[in-house]
């Protein structure tokens, strides 16, 4: 993607990242970006989604901001490429996500969360922790995850896009920090 790596060069350039953690998260997307779509496959409300989003994040200082940000944008590449996740409702069951689940599951399979009921019935799946999964269930209530919860779902997603894409995105150890 010739276009795409001249305008990183261009924006990169142009501005003074504030810190590193942030000049990962525009490295990622374009990374998710480039994987996720195909060339001859055009998808502009995506590329406009990511210009402005590496613009905006940089007016973030602090970690748990830049995450909240990157896993809203994560989610946003899934449903712009059709690949929306199920977060509300057990896929399998169709149940609401309740608070008052005493577990709950991510399957890439599935490609969304399951209930303990449906566990048993999906071999690829991670179980979330109940903080991390009511975030994920109600997104609107990210604004309020501490960044410990934001790493823990930002987890599920480097694994799914590393089930979606056969391999870990090469940018998934800076921004999980391993
Ligand atoms: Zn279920």
């Known amino acids: 993607m010739a276009t795409l ?9 142009g501005n003074k990242v ?3 953690f ?8 374009t990374e998710l970006v480039n994987q996720l779509t195909d ?5 502009p409300q995506l590329f406009d989604n990511m210009l402005e989003f590496i613009k905006n994040i940089q007016e973030y200082d602090r ?16 449903k712009e490429t059709g690949l929306q996740l199920i977060l509300h409702k057990c896929v399998n069951c169709k149940n609401d996500f309740s608070a008052k ?7 890439s399979q599935a490609n969304g969360i399951i209930c303990k009921d449906c566990e ?20 609107k209530s990210i604004g309020q995850a501490s960044e410990k919860n934001l790493l823990e779902i930002e987890k599920i997603l480097i694994y799914h ?16 920090g391993k």
Not at 22 to 29: A, D, G
Not at 63 to 78: H, P, R, T
Not at 101 to 107: G, K, L, N, P, R
Not at 120 to 139: G, W
């Open 18 to 20: 504030k810190n590193l």
């Open 101 to 107: 689940w005493a577990e709950a599951y991510f399957s």
């Open 22 to 29: 942030v000049l990962n998260c525009m490295l990622f997307v």
């Open 120 to 139: 048993a019935s999906f071999a690829d799946k991670i179980k979330l922790n109940k903080e991390a999964a009511r975030c994920m269930a109600d997104l």
């Open 39 to 43: 060339e001859y496959d055009s998808h």
């Open 63 to 78: 970690k748990a901001d830049s995450l909240k940000f990157l896993i809203l944008f994560q989610l946003g590449i899934l």
């Open 5 to 13: 790596t001249e305008f990183q060069q261009q924006v990169l350039a």
């Open 161 to 176: 896009f590393t089930e979606l894409s056969g391999r870990p995105p090469k940018m998934a150890k800076h921004i999980l």
